[in-house]
């Protein structure tokens, strides 16, 4: 088993998943995730990789969600490690199983996070993530009916296990989003 490479990891994604939003957002996790590895001195391409990969099974068993993840990625040659990153992001809400290491606290932690910065970055003027403050996101985040969907307490309890500041996890999810801003939809009209 090895980790793959992201060329392998993307060609693996999208024979599981179609869906433009699905990949667009399987997209912002891996910017999201390399930033935070980058910026931790951390393995970049295998947090990203683990990024990208995180919701392979979405498209085809929503219901199901993880449930299937692991054994995809096994049947892929897919190292262990990435496997339970993966199977670490569902903790509390479809999987077992619990973030230990930093990579899989920071995945736990930016998913959803990723769901409320695009929300926030679309209801702008720019429609762009490239020009946005954390202060937008802070906003947004204590209007519960905007983006009703993304459920802030997850984040807060990645947040916590991180032992981190909300301001600042909000702050690097918008750089993360910021370097793949054309590939997710979210260049908006900044130049």
Do not use: Q
Not at 125 to 135: C, E, F, G, H, I
Request: proline share 3%; glycine share 8%; charged share 30%.
């Amino acid at each position: 088993m090895s980790v793959p490479t992201r060329a392998e990891a993307w060609s693996l994604l999208t024979e599981h998943m179609k869906n433009e939003n699905l990949l667009r957002h399987s997209l912002a996790v891996e910017g999201v995730m390399r930033y935070m590895a980058r910026k931790a001195g951390e393995d970049e391409e295998l947090w990203g990789v683990v990024g990208l990969l995180h919701d392979i099974d979405y498209e085809k068993y929503p219901e199901e969600h993880l449930s299937h993840a692991g054994e995809m990625l096994r049947e892929a040659g897919v190292d262990e490690v990435v496997v339970r990153a993966v199977l670490s992001h569902g903790w509390g809400i479809c999987s077992e199983v619990e973030p230990e290491t930093k990579m899989e606290k920071t995945l736990f932690t930016i998913d959803e996070l990723t769901g409320l910065v695009a929300a926030a970055a679309l209801v702008r003027p720019t429609k762009s993530v490239l020009d946005m403050a954390p202060k937008s996101v802070k906003k947004k985040w204590k209007d519960k009916a905007f983006a009703a969907g993304v459920d802030r307490s997850i984040i807060d309890k990645g947040i916590e296990m991180l032992g981190a500041e909300r301001g600042e996890i909000i702050e690097d999810t918008i750089e993360g989003m910021k370097l793949v801003a054309e590939e997710i939809g979210l260049k908006g009209t900044v130049d």
